[in-house]
């Protein structure tokens, strides 16, 4: 489609709430949104009955990992499978690409690589030990926010760093209007691994980055927060133990932001295999009654988005069922919109929450509210139309990602994606990148 065409439902999944609406696009963004009853002059109208229509997802933590891993997972691939899922903008990740986008150089780098998109993509900087000079450019140059870790990242072109490091970084980050996004592990909370444990069990590796590595980490983020005044994003929080500290903090006014993961909403450590390394990241996915805390956070507003953490490899480096050697990463990136709606749905949660976790507040995030995340006069027509009330088996032969593999496999799921628009283009329909 292209020119002025508009999109009608009697579910629009607006601001205002969940309303019969049409939707107009002209172009690339969105006209106008009118009752169903509006007489508005002739344009191509496409009414789709009763599917939801919803702000496309706005996925703002992705590892693409080209260029320098392409072989990973590549920009081709990855925004091919975020359209399939609804996903209209991601934001890549600093790592595991090589370069590592801690300079301008490897940004520019990314941004070639990224040229031929077929969603919108927007980049992440990173802050590693040393490179505080490079925030400023890499800030002009358009990055939205810098990612650090506070633990071994796993590759050794992005240096986790130390609170000293920090406190060289935060003041750039507070005059340059940008957030921190931490990965919230305490290195000296992390358990090494006794020689006479099995490495095909996951126990072992959960046991290995215990609960109190996050609430330390999260602990120290929060005391920076407060000094410092800069953003500070928590990403993929996994251990429940963290939210009251976070909640405090969020009752103190200061600006500390949270997300979690599609797959520590789904799985539980109780269900997961032992040799079953598909189901590896860090930090781990944790024990049911620590799900359940996670989606009462949701819930209460103490955390404010979902992300996937889409972290592909080639299937071999997922190990031969070894949870110590195995590359610590879930794909599921074209997954997320019906792995949430599942669990939410079970859990009552409306559309207009998923709405909230899955575009608004990461456009927030990524300072891109008003103009994505939202169905608005003056927004990208960035549009995912999708029927919540569809189940489907995962056949992960079907997925769009490069590497096909993923512990969703044979899940019965709810919520199947029909079309994704992205800036008014169609870039998905039934089952089939346009």
């Known amino acids: 489609m292209g020119g002025v065409y508009g999109i009608r439902s009697t579910r629009v999944v607006l601001p205002s709430g969940v309303r019969p609406a049409t939707v107009y696009v002209r172009d690339t963004r969105i006209d106008r949104v009118v009752a169903l009853d509006d007489q508005t002059p002739a344009a191509p109208i496409r009414d789709v009955g009763s599917l939801v229509v919803m702000p496309g997802l706005v996925d703002t933590h992705v590892h693409v990992n080209e260029p320098g891993r392409t072989e990973w997972e590549g920009f081709e691939t990855a925004t091919a499978a975020a359209a399939a899922g609804g996903i209209t903008t991601i934001v890549d990740m600093p790592l595991n690409s090589v370069p590592a986008t801690t300079k301008l150089w490897a940004l520019d780098a990314k941004q070639y690589a990224g040229r031929n998109a077929s969603v919108d993509v927007m980049f992440w900087g990173g ?21 650090c870790f506070l633990a071994p990242s796993g590759v050794d072109e992005f240096a986790f760093v130390e609170e000293a490091d920090l406190r060289l970084a935060l003041p750039v980050l507070q005059r340059r209007r940008r957030p921190l996004l931490a990965h919230a592990e305490w290195p000296a909370a992390l358990k090494p691994v006794p020689a006479t444990s099995d490495p095909r069990a996951y126990s072992t590796w959960l046991d290995s980055r215990p609960p109190v590595a996050e609430v330390d980490a999260v602990r120290m983020l929060i005391a920076l927060c407060r000094e410092f005044e800069t953003p500070i994003h928590i990403v993929h929080l996994a251990a429940a133990e963290a939210v009251p500290l976070l909640r405090a903090a969020r009752a103190e006014g200061l600006p500390i932001t949270v997300e979690t993961c599609p797959h520590y909403l789904t799985f539980c450590a109780e269900e ?13 996915i944790r024990g049911r009654a620590n799900r359940e805390a996670l989606w009462q956070a949701l819930l209460d507003g103490v955390i404010d988005l979902i992300a996937t953490d889409h972290s592909p490899c080639p299937p071999a480096m997922k190990g031969d069922g ?11 990136l074209e997954l997320s919109l019906p792995a949430v709606w599942t669990g939410a749905a079970a859990r009552g949660v409306p559309l207009e929450g998923l709405a909230r976790w899955l575009s608004a507040a990461p456009a927030r995030l990524a300072d891109l509210y008003g103009r994505k995340g939202t169905i608005a006069a003056g927004a990208d027509a960035d549009l995912v139309i999708w029927d919540p009330d569809a189940e489907f088996v995962v056949d992960e032969r079907r997925l769009h990602q490069r590497h096909k593999r993923t512990p969703y496999e044979g899940m019965t799921l709810r919520g199947r994606i029909k079309e994704t628009y992205a800036r008014g283009r169609l870039v998905y329909r039934d089952g089939q990148p346009q």
């Open 322 to 332: 070894d949870f110590l050697r195995a590359w610590g990463g879930i794909a599921a």
């Open 272 to 284: 997961i295999p032992d040799g079953a390394t598909l189901f590896k990241c860090a930090p781990p």
């Open 127 to 147: 802050v590693v030990p040393g490179n505080v000079a490079d925030l400023d450019p890499l800030t002009d140059a358009g990055v939205r926010g810098f990612k």
